[in-house]
DNA sequence: TACAGGCGTTTGGCTTGACGAACAGATCCT
DNA sequence: AGGATCTGTTCGTCAAGCCAAACGCCTGTA
């Protein structure tokens, strides 16, 4: 056995998410198609749902998938401009700051990218299903898949998967653009 | 019945995963403790696994557990500044456009946004786990959760939970921002 | 050819999740 | 008081998930 699964963690949520709703355990299994008995007991931390009873509970709490078995946290973070881990690159005039990494279950990461003008920053694949989004910033910059790169400007968003080679250059003057990197 | 759980996802999911790890089924159900019968009937589609199943699958494989669950897409999509669906606002001064909406499984959205200097735009609790991420183009704003707001300038990064209530003010002159918005 | 060892499938039995009904407690109304 | 109608719980039955073992298929090797 790998690792346990989080049946209590899934229990507590049902509890908080269908209180939330405003719904009694009685409504909620009567929405959900779900006998009331074997919600009771799931609330209770007793049972294993299958998918198919999990799925019907959280689609009618109105809530995604993995709510129910993802713990929650938040916090307020600031990194300033010119702070926070830079990630290494070839060449110096390229920098990408790392602003949030994935925390485990939102699989993303948010980098500020500042480059200026002149060679290309081209990428392997990364994991296959990554998918990139770029909204740039300041400049103009050519980005996207190394076969078909779209120029863009200040406000220009692009996404375009990540499992193929792809590339970021800034044209005549240094630019400056968010990278979400999100992994499937 | 509120809608059918995707079950055969969920086998396509745990195909494709297990391949792209390199392990053969026996191999994995070993690794994950799990009989192999059972998981051959997954991958086959016949079947709704159990969440301990699953997740002793999910986890030996590396993944997170929504990624059996929910499906994956990509593809090229360029939204030029001005164009995109703006989210209504109360005035005008205001406007954030919509670039890339949650699919499932993903939960982010991603917003640009820009305002004028003045009234500020605050903003209801969202969904309880929401977590939202500021990165400034232009301007100086001032953002955060409405009781303890940050000032921030080009470059400078945020992030604050969602779920309380939160601000999005521009200070003197235009600003404009990349959020992210990213549901737990 | 024969055999060993990998693969993914199908089969029978045990275990257990899901269901409906019966249950006790709490309001509320007549 | 006595229904009436909620709440959430527990119990017995049935269906189904899970498992181990046996099976057929293919590949490499003696």
Redesign the interface.
């Known amino acids: 056995?790998?690792?346990p699964?989080?049946?209590d963690r899934?229990a507590a949520a049902l509890r908080?998410e269908r209180t939330?709703a405003g719904l009694s355990l009685s409504e909620l299994a009567k929405?959900?198609?779900v006998a009331k008995s074997t919600l009771s007991q799931l609330e209770g931390g007793t049972g294993?749902?299958?998918?198919?009873t999990?799925?019907?509970l959280a689609?009618?709490l109105g809530?995604?998938?993995?709510?129910l078995?993802?713990p929650?946290r938040?916090?307020?973070?600031?990194?300033?401009?010119?702070e926070?881990p830079a990630v290494p690159s070839e060449h110096a005039d390229y920098t990408a700051t790392l602003?949030?990494a994935s925390p485990?279950?939102?699989?993303?990461d948010?980098y500020?990218i500042t480059a200026e003008p002149g060679r290309a920053r081209d990428s392997a694949p990364h994991q296959?299903?990554t998918?990139e989004?770029v909204?740039v910033?300041?400049g103009r910059v050519l980005a996207?898949?190394l076969d078909?790169p779209?120029e863009?400007?200040?406000?220009?968003?692009?996404?375009?998967?990540g499992?193929v080679p792809h590339t970021f250059r800034a044209l005549r003057a240094r630019a400056?653009a968010?990278m979400?990197m999100?992994h499937?």
Not at 48 to 52: D, M, W
Not at 63 to 67: A, E, G, L, T
């Open positions: 056995m790998p690792e699964a989080p049946l899934i908080r939330r929405r959900a198609g294993n749902p299958s998918v198919e999990l799925w019907a689609t009618t809530v995604p998938f993995s709510v078995v993802d929650p938040p916090a307020v973070t600031v990194i300033r401009a010119g926070g602003l949030s485990p279950g939102a699989r993303r948010i500020l296959p299903g998918v989004h909204v910033s300041a996207g898949p078909e779209v863009l400007g200040p406000g220009d968003y692009l996404s375009y998967p499992d400056s968010v979400l999100q499937v």
